[in-house]
Antibody, heavy 122, light 107 residues
Framework: QVQLVESGGGVVQPGRSLRLSCAASGFSFSSYGMHWVRQAPGKGLEWVAVISNDAHSEYYADSVKGRFTISRDNSKKTVDLQMNSLRTEDTAVYYC???????????????WGQGTLVTVSS | DIQMTQSPSTLSASIGDRVTITCRASQSISSWLAWYQQKPGRAPKLLIYKASRLESGIPSRFSGSGSGTEFTLTISSLQPDDFATYYCQQYNSYEYTFGQGTKLEIK
């Protein structure tokens, strides 16, 4: 079955960096776009970034553009989110998600990881 | 960016009730809309995609409709497991925005 397991969350000071990782299994990883979606404590969902199945394309929310970088390694079946210049408003649970559509991406997510909490605080 | 507005924000209902949640887009998104269910402390679960297509394994009491700017999620007969928060998401264009959520509570 499809499994997505995030890691790398923790407490970090404003301005510092953190790298999240997501390990995927149970599906043809190299055929699907992958997303990161976040949820601030007690708040709604916010889409963060997407990377195409072949890693040739990536898009970001305006709130993280220029600070966050999504990447993937199809040989290891992992997708990462490098987060630089972190702000207090980046505090959230970060979910790794699998896109619904094969060989491209739609924007909808049919599988979600359990999430990893990032807390940005001094 | 396309803004997604859900109504109501909170909905109180009883087991067996038929409930409808509305999601409005600030501009046309064709049928590129998904609905998710989230329970406390859990990741969201995809219920509906492309406005009306039921995800595999989701009970048939869930249905979606609409196109353009107005969409609805209907639960035909509420079950105890359905009390949760529901989100719509547009995936017509970047950024892929979500509604603010509708919390479905037991009356």
């Amino acid at each position: 079955q499809v499994q997505l397991v995030e890691s790398g969350g923790g407490v970090v000071q404003p301005g510092r960096s953190l790298r999240l990782s997501c390990a995927a299994s149970g599906f043809s990883f190299s055929s699907y776009g992958m997303h990161w979606v976040r949820q601030a404590p007690g708040k709604g969902l916010e889409w963060v970034a997407v990377i195409s199945n072949d890693a040739h394309s990536e898009y970001y929310a305006d709130s993280v553009k220029g600070r966050f970088t999504i990447s993937r390694d199809n040989s290891k079946k992992t997708v990462d989110l490098q987060m630089n210049s972190l702000r207090t408003e980046d505090t959230a649970v970060y979910y790794c998600t699998k896109d619904l559509l094969r060989d491209f991406w739609s924007g909808a997510s049919d599988y979600w990881g359990q999430g990893t909490l990032v807390t940005v605080s001094s | 960016d396309i803004q997604m507005t859900q109504s109501p924000s909170t909905l109180s209902a009883s087991i067996g009730d038929r409930v409808t949640i509305t999601c409005r887009a600030s501009q046309s998104i064709s049928s590129w809309l998904a609905w998710y269910q989230q329970k406390p402390g859990r990741a969201p679960k995809l219920l509906i995609y492309k406005a009306s297509r039921l995800e595999s394994g989701i009970p048939s009491r869930f249905s979606g409709s609409g196109s353009g700017t107005e969409f609805t999620l209907t639960i035909s007969s509420l079950q105890p497991d359905d009390f949760a928060t529901y989100y719509c998401q547009q995936y017509n264009s970047y950024e892929y925005t979500f509604g603010q959520g509708t919390k479905l509570e037991i009356k």
